[in-house]
């Protein structure tokens, strides 16, 4: 699997972005999925995460209620909804893949793309 992140940009708080991850190769429906996100001078950190067949989701508490992970696994895509932004989402954006392990943890994500850079300005 490849990866290539899209749809980055900068918007106001309170505003909405929706990025998108676009897999390459035949495993995507057989891996989960996850967009994690690094700000300057900060650790790369989990937003949220989908399992292979889109039944289970899971998010960050910073993003709860106002981020939304979906797939469609006969596209080969993750997106990522992004509501109600705040000036503290501002970050690069990185969507993975991973077949097995804490689905929370980076470490267990060894496919990666290039990262979308999201800005919100106060």
């Known amino acids: 699997v490849q990866l290539q992140a899209s749809g980055g940009g900068l918007v106001q708080a309170g505003g909405s972005l929706r990025l998108s991850c676009a897999a390459s190769?035949?495993?995507?429906?057989?891996?989960?999925m996850g967009w994690f996100r690094q700000a300057p001078g900060k650790e790369r950190e989990f937003v949220a995460t989908?399992?292979?067949?889109?039944?289970?989701?899971y998010y960050a508490d910073s993003v709860m209620g106002r981020f939304t992970i979906s797939r469609d696994n006969a596209k080969n895509t993750v997106s990522l909804q992004m509501n109600s932004l705040k000036p503290e989402d501002t970050a690069v954006y990185y969507c993975?893949?991973?077949?097995?392990?804490?689905?929370?943890?980076?470490?267990?994500?060894?496919?990666w793309g290039q990262g979308t850079q999201v800005t919100v300005s106060s």
């Open positions: 190769g035949r495993t995507f429906s057989s891996s989960d």
């Open positions: 993975a893949a991973t077949t097995r392990g804490n689905l929370r943890n980076s470490n267990s994500y060894n496919i």
């Open positions: 989908i399992t292979r067949s889109g039944g289970g989701t």
